[in-house]
């Protein structure tokens, strides 16, 4: 499978393209530079679909995106909510909010080069456990940033 909304367009930014792919490399992808800073994520959601917390997220505009791989499958965690992942190794990769159509988050973990992205602050504080307390000194929000970033 090739996902290309922009197939023939020529919205990627080659100079600052990102690749990633899953554990076991059943999907590869490639999508332009961040639309936003990254973040750490940590809701009940991401903390349950990746069995740990918190979550590194980036942001980039989902007609950059190209998937590389027939392994990709879509769970719906919430209403207007997809999060798609490997589903031959489970990694998580996506995340996709319908209030952000144009939009796409994916899982800093899966970067090939993961040092290129670094969260600056940390979301949905409220849901996190006592064992959940960052002391890296960035902003901590309570639910999403207070800008409308997100
Ligand atoms: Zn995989
Ligand atoms: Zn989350």
Redesign the pocket.
Known sequence: MRQSPNAGGSSVDTAAALTGRCLCAAMRYRCAALLYPATW???E???RASGTAP?G?FTVARASVEFHGDALRTHRSSPGVERRFCSVCGTPLT?WNEQRPTEIDFTLGSLDEPDRVTPVDH??MADAPEWDRPADGLPQHAGLRPTPLR
């Open positions: 994520c940590h809701c959601s991401c903390r979550v997220w995340y979301i949905w």
